[in-house]
């Protein structure tokens, strides 16, 4: 009975996949720059810390570390 729920919702997906999906050639008021610059900004707001900054690809990495998070090794406990 499962796999008969699966599969109709995948025979679903797959006929509106075409009404869901955004166009490749779909363009955005804001330029790369634009762009660039305000992720920039919010990285603090939300939390991340900035790692490495790329400004002619742009593109930045970023991390957050989540202290409610359990390891169960403790060598990566901080």
């Known amino acids: 009975m499962l796999s008969r ?3 109709g919702t995948a025979v679903l997906l797959a006929g509106c996949g075409k009404t869901l999906s955004t166009p490749v050639n779909t363009r955005t008021a804001a ?3 634009d762009t660039f610059a305000c992720v920039k900004k919010q990285l603090g707001a939300l939390g991340y810390r900035q790692t490495s900054s790329d400004g002619t690809e742009y593109r930045v990495a970023a991390t957050k570390i ?3 998070s359990r390891r169960s090794d403790t060598q990566f406990r901080r």
Do not use: Q, Y
């Open 5 to 7: 729920v699966f599969l």
């Open 31 to 33: 330029g790369p720059e």
């Open 66 to 68: 989540d202290a409610k």
